[in-house]
Structures are given as C-alpha cells and as structure tokens.
C-alpha cells in the first residue's frame, strides 16, 4: 500500500492551495480516508475526513468553511482543497486511509499513512 501526498509549498495568507494523496495497492472508496496535519511543536490534529461508513465528512473547526475535502474514485486519489490560508494553517500535511471517521467525528490514528507534503503560509 502506498499513499503519495503532494501539492504543498509556501505560499501567502489568503492563497489557496490543493493537496492531491494518490493511492495504490487498496482502493480509497472502502476505507475511510482522511487529512491529518502536524505543526511544529504540536501534536498531530485531524483536519477532514470522509466515511466509509456513513459517507458523512468531517472537518476541524479551524479549517470550515475553507477547506474541501473530496475523493475521485477513478483516479483513487484524495483531495483537499485549502482556501483562504492562514499562517496558523502551516503544517506537515499526510493523507491517511483507514481510519476513524464516524458520525461527525476522526479519531486520531490510522493505519495506512502518506509521506506528508509541507505546507507553509507566510507573508
């Protein structure tokens, strides 16, 4: 199972940017997949995520309404979608696959992980 995130890079507060997380070896559509983030010096935090099970999306409050999360199941890659950047948003992103993301809510753990891709919003 492989999992490759790109798409970061250093851009201004209120520049957008789209992460793309290609999968290969499990297809994305039967698992619960998802966008985590870890800032320096902070623990790593769940940003959004899509179920398998009830096909509910999640996001953290911090990013609502200005990140979209979707899937394209014939390229089995996973999207996130950031607009309206702030620096409070730089981070190391990774795509995760096979989580927990039930009922409005994404535990913290995963078992499938990408190499994570940087992110860094900066005026």
């Known amino acids: 199972v492989q999992l490759q995130a790109s798409g970061g890079g250093l851009v201004q507060p209120g520049s957008s940017l789209r992460l793309s997380c290609a999968a290969s070896?499990?297809?994305?559509?039967?698992?619960?997949i998802g966008w985590f983030r870890q800032a320096p010096g902070k623990k790593r935090e769940g940003v959004s995520c899509?179920?398998?099970?009830?096909?509910?999306?999640y996001y953290a409050d911090s990013v609502k309404g200005r990140f979209t999360i979707s899937r394209d199941n014939a390229k089995n890659t996973l999207y996130l979608q950031m607009n309206s950047l702030e620096p409070e948003d730089t981070a190391v992103y990774y795509c995760?696959?096979?989580?927990?993301?039930?009922?409005?809510?994404?535990?913290?753990?995963?078992?499938?992980w990408g190499q994570g891709t940087q992110v860094t919003v900066s005026s």
């Open positions: 899509i179920s398998s099970v009830d096909r509910t999306i």
């Open positions: 995760a696959a096979d989580l927990i993301c039930l009922l409005g809510t994404m535990g913290p753990y995963s078992d499938y």
């Open positions: 070896g499990l297809s994305l559509d039967d698992y619960s």
